[in-house]
């Protein structure tokens, strides 16, 4: 049996009226989708009605630094479909993923080799080696890289009441050969806020709230598309189930433990500050694609979809 109305004709929305034609689009296929929806599960008054006091609510819950609608898209997975799709990477390029909720614009320049870590930050002490190359394997001199982390109690700064230093997060600049270095924290794994409708979904899935351990990256260079991206140490637990479906198996990486004092001591360590008689080193090189690069590749996948 067909549903369709036939005095509204809802699949196309057609207004000389409106400027924008690219709105237009998606205002049409999104409602084109959502009756497609209704017919298929037959959603009837008393689920749209559900419907519609989930997302109030999800509405009324949302403050500056909880946006449930950012968490519900994240939990959906929509947030990374559109950041693959907003950021195609051509092969050989580090993948990207979405910055989360934590960034912070305009975080402290520092020299590389600086420690990100203000002093009694919880966790364990972490040594990051990274390079910055092109797809060609040459260092790009003077890349900016900001970095940003949560502590050792899995949380970020800016989670701190009355924070008004950053702390776990700074913006440093490669050397000439495209190398940089910081002392921090090994991340550990946090959950995303689950106490509103965000954390209703996941338990209606049978999903749990918790992120893999990971540090963000922001990168850009001029004449290179930026790169937002994420790394996971492989000891981490939730790797695979990963509740907003953020981690790629191309940016897990392996951790090292650097036990010897004398090594601690070259990575600018202090003795007081390891803990557990080791130091963890994770390296990391990352390749940024150019812009012609990735209007190249945008153009050849727009080809395919011919
Ligand atoms: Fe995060």
Same mark, same amino acid.
């Given at each position: 049996?067909?549903?369709?109305?036939?005095?509204?004709?809802?699949?196309?929305?057609?207004?000389?009226?409106?400027?924008?034609?690219?709105?237009?689009?998606?205002?049409?296929?999104?409602?084109?989708?959502?009756?497609?929806?209704?017919?298929?599960?037959?959603?009837?008054?008393?689920?749209?009605?559900?419907?519609?006091?989930?997302?109030?609510?999800?509405?009324?819950?949302?403050?500056?630094?909880?946006?449930?609608?950012?968490?519900?898209?994240?939990?959906?997975?929509?947030?990374?479909?559109?950041?693959?799709?907003?950021?195609?990477?051509?092969?050989?390029?580090?993948?990207?993923?979405?910055?989360?909720?934590?960034?912070?614009?305009?975080?402290?320049?520092?020299?590389?080799?600086?420690?990100?870590?203000?002093?009694?930050?919880?966790?364990?002490?972490?040594?990051?080696?990274? @390079?910055? =190359?092109?797809?060609?394997? $040459?260092?790009?001199?003077?890349?900016?890289?900001?970095? &940003?982390? *949560?502590? +050792?109690?899995?949380?970020?700064?800016?989670?701190?009441?009355?924070?008004?230093?950053?702390?776990?997060?700074?913006?440093?600049?490669?050397?000439?050969?495209?190398?940089?270095?910081?002392?921090?924290?090994?991340?550990?794994?946090?959950?995303?806020?689950?106490?509103?409708?965000?954390?209703?979904?996941?338990?209606?899935?049978?999903?749990?709230?918790?992120?893999?351990?990971?540090?963000?990256?922001?990168?850009?260079?001029?004449?290179?598309?930026?790169?937002?991206?994420?790394?996971?140490?492989?000891?981490?637990?939730?790797?695979?189930?990963?509740?907003?479906?953020? @981690?790629? =198996?191309?940016?897990?990486? $392996?951790?090292?433990?650097?036990?010897?004092?004398?090594? &601690?001591? *070259?990575? +600018?360590?202090?003795?007081?500050?390891?803990?557990?008689?080791?130091?963890?080193?994770?390296?990391?090189?990352?390749?940024?694609?150019?812009?012609?690069?990735?209007?190249?590749?945008?153009?050849?996948?727009?080809?395919?979809?011919?």
């Amino acid at each position: 049996m067909n549903f369709s109305c036939p005095i509204l004709a809802p699949h196309t929305i057609s207004n000389s009226l409106v400027k924008d034609p690219r709105k237009l689009q998606l205002i049409n296929a999104l409602v084109s989708h959502l009756h497609t929806f209704a017919r298929e599960t037959s959603l009837d008054h008393a689920e749209w009605t559900k419907v519609v006091e989930f997302l109030t609510r999800a509405g009324k819950e949302s403050t500056d630094y909880k946006n449930e609608f950012i968490l519900l898209s994240d939990i959906m997975g929509l947030s990374a479909l559109v950041d693959e799709l907003t950021h195609p990477k051509p092969a050989g390029c580090t993948d990207s993923c979405e910055a989360g909720p934590f960034y912070v614009p305009n975080a402290p320049e520092v020299p590389s080799g600086a420690s990100l870590a203000k002093v009694g930050t919880t966790g364990e002490a972490m040594f990051f080696n990274g @390079t910055v =190359k092109n797809t060609k394997g $040459q260092g790009i001199r003077g890349a900016k890289i900001d970095v &940003w982390q *949560a502590d +050792g109690d899995g949380i970020y700064d800016v989670q701190y009441p009355g924070t008004t230093e950053a702390n776990d997060r700074g913006k440093i600049v490669a050397e000439d050969d495209g190398t940089f270095c910081y002392r921090g924290i090994l991340p550990t794994a946090y959950p995303i806020p689950s106490d509103g409708p965000g954390g209703d979904l996941l338990r209606t899935l049978g999903r749990h709230p918790h992120r893999a351990a990971h540090i963000h990256f922001m990168l850009n260079a001029p004449g290179y598309d930026d790169l937002t991206t994420a790394l996971y140490p492989s000891h981490s637990p939730f790797l695979g189930t990963d509740p907003v479906f953020a @981690t790629r =198996k191309s940016l897990i990486c $392996q951790v090292v433990e650097e036990r010897d004092p004398k090594r &601690w001591e *070259a990575m +600018g360590f202090k003795n007081r500050e390891v803990t557990r008689g080791r130091v963890w080193v994770w390296s990391f090189g990352f390749v940024l694609a150019s812009v012609e690069e990735v209007e190249e590749f945008k153009r050849q996948r727009a080809k395919a979809k011919l």
